[in-house]
């Protein structure tokens, strides 16, 4: 399988069709990534520049050249390594420049004013990344989570910690992609449920007995779990301002289901750039919504990856895309529902592989 690496003016300097083995992964909600591993000739180390671009047919997204390794051993030779993150990891580029505060703004909202002041029109020019563009995102009556509205506060984040925790809180899905005038287009998109439970879509179901997983891994894992969060604000002391947010809407857990989390918010203030005074009922929403972003990412971890041939039964981008919710069933008969949260590529002497991986979706996953 080609891959074209795309000059800093997106021009194609050079077509690589000879390697030992590459690894693509297209994420959700997650920047992805890729590792090129080669023979280490001049002129491959030459053309993979820092800073420049790595595009491969079978996905619509572009990478950036971030890394080059040149190892050498006895055994095994001389080598590059290239690796680099797809066109999201931009997003780490650019931090809130001072602080801004959200009340009763949906996601999407916060997300656009966020792009706007610090990347597409921000007040300093030497901000602005010029090709930078939103997309059409998607319908909103179609995605409730982009129409919910929380409050609040960030000083000095970086763009991508925000939006990548938002998403992940609200079971959004994030992308920028190249398009043909070669812009950047940023979008927000949330995946079509193809599980038993709805009528709209075609079902999608992996299982062993449809033949179409060949190999699989299924983890269940609660170590990480966190069902409560205490949230610290401003003050010092007896004096300093907290509150304490449940991951579950149902009754509060107790005993050994109670797994406690600290969080440290002092970063939030109850007072504005401009000398303003945060309302105490606003405050406190401020420290539920950072709360609600760490308990996020420590919930039980229900993953399934495993190769799948793309040509049987369904294949990827045309019966299922990025972030579809579908049916996983195991071996042991296990039933799940599960995001696609990663989409990864492989070539190698074996040839080209595709590893899709599942996360377990519940119906509280979306707001």
């Not at 194609?12 to 069709?17: G, Y």
């Not at 095994?76 to 602080?99: A, F, K």
Request: aromatic share 12%.
């Amino acid at each position: 399988m080609d891959l074209y690496v795309l000059d800093e003016n997106f021009e194609t300097v050079k077509v690589i069709d000879v390697y030992e083995s590459f690894i693509w992964s297209d994420r959700y909600n997650e920047a992805g990534d890729f590792e090129l591993y080669t023979t280490a000739l001049q002129e491959y180390w030459d053309v993979c520049q820092r800073g420049y671009y790595l595009y491969f047919q079978e996905s619509a997204h572009l990478m950036i050249i971030e890394d080059r390794e040149i190892t050498s051993s006895f055994e095994d030779g001389v080598h590059l390594i290239v690796t680099g993150r797809s066109l999201e990891s931009i997003l780490e580029r650019r931090v809130v420049w001072g602080q801004v505060v959200f009340e009763g703004m949906s996601v999407k909202d916060i997300i656009i004013k966020l792009l706007n002041d610090n990347i597409i029109s921000p007040s300093d020019s030497d901000r602005k990344i010029p090709n930078f563009i939103l997309g059409d995102f998607q319908n909103e009556t179609e995605v409730r989570s982009m129409t919910a509205t929380l409050d609040a506060q960030y000083t000095g984040d970086d763009l991508y910690s925000i939006i990548k925790n938002l998403c992940q809180v609200y079971g959004l899905g994030f992308k920028i992609t190249l398009n043909e005038s070669n812009q950047f287009v940023f979008d927000l998109y949330e995946g079509k449920d193809r599980t038993y439970g709805q009528f709209e879509n075609p079902y999608i179901v992996f299982s062993p007995s449809q033949e179409n997983i060949t190999s699989s891994n299924y983890k269940d894992s609660d170590r990480t779990l966190k069902t409560v969060a205490l949230i610290l604000g401003e003050g010092e002391g007896y004096n300093r301002k907290f509150t304490s947010i449940q991951s579950s809407q149902e009754d509060a857990p107790t005993g050994l289901s109670r797994r406690e989390l600290y969080v440290d918010a002092r970063d939030i203030s109850s007072t504005t750039e401009e000398g303003d005074i945060i309302e105490s009922d606003e405050y406190y929403k401020m420290l539920q919504t950072r709360g609600s972003e760490k308990l996020a990412e420590n919930v039980v971890t229900q993953v399934m990856d495993g190769e799948v041939d793309p040509y049987v039964t369904y294949e990827y981008k045309k019966d299922y895309d990025m972030g579809d919710i579908v049916q996983i069933v195991n071996e042991l008969g296990m039933e799940m529902k599960a995001r696609v949260s990663e989409y990864i590529y492989s070539h190698d002497e074996s040839g080209l592989m595709y590893y899709p991986t599942f996360v377990n979706f519940t119906d509280s996953d979306t707001v």
